[in-house]
């Protein structure tokens, strides 16, 4: 390990970066599967126009795909490359690695959402002149296209979760084909077309001009698609099984906040599937607009509750066994914990503190805790130390991976870790001008024997199968 990349920093204010990538991404991702289970919605109505004659159906095709164009093209496109162009800022090293691994499958990826576009377009433009088989051929290739992004984009995306078989760059196919890929297109095409349906029942209610028998026709026509749904909770179960043990701990009481989101993205969705099922297809319910969008905004907070599970039970990487979250390798660890960490950081920093030792610290904290933490805003670590005497955060910071196992290994020598202390010692006092150093030697001590007691070893591998455990150290 020589050359560490150093990558210049962002700093997003109050908010914390991953926190930036997740809202753009929870958005972006509900956008685009929305497009996917639309497209399917109107394969669906399009063959029935075709081969039944159905008026209706070819009536509310015309209608509702301005509205699925206009948010799948635009929204869509516009927030995929903004999820990209902020994640790329964030976490480049983590971008980088996927694009060595996977750079063919992803331009696969763009030449399916290339074809996704032009199919859309074509159909949007010229369809009202189209004979209906190249209506249904057209709208079957858009369809396809999307979906077979999201094939494209899912190996990439489930990689990082499960790496499968031994850490390391290998195989192209064997990390495409991770151990979560299947249980994760299955639950993502679910949901795609549960979100494809039930905007299309609010559609439905929203339509001028036809009978409330045509209504509910229609209604019981687009509500086909969220059959599926009703499978949700064994995907659920599926997905679960195949994590490894130690991100399974975190929803099953590892973190407060895993659980419950857990809880509310299996619950949610369950719900709405059983009241599609009995409601909707059974009892023949009446979906006013108001129901519909009600719908669509629990499976919003589901698929958002979703997918913060799936980014959270990473933690503390961004590839699992490969990159921690702040873009350290494990060898990188090792070698910082000898050498040092931000010697090499050739940028200059926003504020600097007004001594080098002070400096040093801001670097430690900019380079190995800034992705996850803020110092006075979001997560801010002012305030996470507020009550932590001196010592306190020499020890619980040398052993970071133990005082919270979803943090990686403090990353630096002995030295660094005491910048650091220093630093969140001198923000305490209120940032004054003047700072004398009070480092003793004994200090010193102190974290190197803390740094040898915590191992380089990331708390998930020291202990598998009680993460929480030496939480409290
Ligand atoms: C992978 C993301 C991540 C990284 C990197 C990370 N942390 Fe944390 N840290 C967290 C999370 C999440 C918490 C839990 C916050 C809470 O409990 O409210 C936390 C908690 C803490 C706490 C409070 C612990 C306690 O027991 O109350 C401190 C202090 C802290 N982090 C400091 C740091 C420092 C210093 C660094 C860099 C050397 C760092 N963290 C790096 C995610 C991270």
Not at 214 to 236: D, F, K, N, Q, Y
């Amino acid at each position: 390990m020589q050359d560490f990349p150093y990558y210049p920093v962002l700093d997003f204010g109050p908010a914390m970066k991953g926190m930036v990538i997740g809202g753009i991404g929870v958005f972006h991702v509900f956008v685009a599967q929305f497009a996917i289970g639309g497209g399917w919605l109107l394969c669906l109505l399009q063959w029935r126009a075709w081969k039944r004659g159905d008026a209706l159906a070819r009536r509310f095709l015309d209608s509702y795909f301005r509205v699925l164009v206009l948010i799948s093209f635009v929204v869509g496109a516009l927030t995929g490359v903004g999820m990209w162009l902020t994640s790329i800022q964030v976490s480049a090293r983590t971008i980088g690695m996927m694009v060595d691994e996977f750079h063919w499958i992803w331009a696969t990826e763009w030449l399916f959402f290339l074809a996704e576009v032009i199919a859309g377009y074509t159909f949007y433009r010229y369809a009202g002149r189209l004979t209906d088989g190249t209506r249904f051929l057209l709208l079957l290739v858009y369809s396809l296209a999307a979906w077979g992004s999201l094939f494209w984009i899912n190996g990439i995306l489930s990689w990082q979760l499960t790496p499968g078989g031994e850490p390391g760059l290998g195989s192209v196919w064997g990390g495409f084909f991770n151990p979560s890929f299947w249980p994760s297109l299955v639950y993502r095409s679910f949901v795609s077309l549960t979100l494809g349906g039930l905007a299309a029942l609010a559609v439905v209610q929203a339509m001028k001009g036809i009978t409330r028998e045509e209504r509910s026709h229609l209604a019981r026509t687009c509500s086909l698609v969220l059959v599926p749904m009703t499978l949700m909770p064994l995907v659920g179960i599926w997905y679960v099984s195949v994590l490894p043990e130690d991100s399974r701990a975190w929803i099953t009481g590892g973190s407060a906040l895993m659980t419950m989101a857990f809880g509310i993205a299996v619950a949610a969705s369950s719900l709405l599937g059983l009241y599609v099922v009995f409601g909707v297809l059974w009892k023949k319910l009446h979906v006013s607009f108001a129901t519909a969008t009600l719908l669509l905004g629990l499976a919003f907070g589901a698929s958002g509750a979703g997918e913060l599970v799936r980014e959270g039970v990473r933690k503390p990487y961004t590839i699992r066994d490969l990159l921690y979250s702040n873009s350290l390798t494990q060898d990188d660890v090792e070698h910082f914990r000898e050498h040092g960490s931000v010697q090499g950081d050739p940028w200059p920093l926003r504020d600097p503190a007004p001594t080098a030792s002070l400096q040093t610290g801001q670097r430690v904290f900019r380079l190995q805790c800034s992705v996850c933490h803020t110092l006075n805003g979001a997560n801010g670590v002012d305030h996470l130390v507020e009550t932590w005497r001196p010592d306190q955060m020499r020890m619980n910071l040398a052993s970071l991976q133990h005082t919270k196992s979803f943090m990686p290994p403090f990353a630096g020598t002995a030295t660094e870790l005491e910048a650091l202390v220093q630093f969140l010692l001198w923000r305490r006092r209120g940032e004054p001008g003047e700072w004398t150093d009070t480092t003793t030697h004994e200090d010193l001590d102190k974290n190197h024997r803390w740094l040898v007691e915590a191992t380089t070893a990331p708390q998930s591998h020291s202990d598998r199968s009680t993460p929480k455990h030496g939480g409290g150290r």
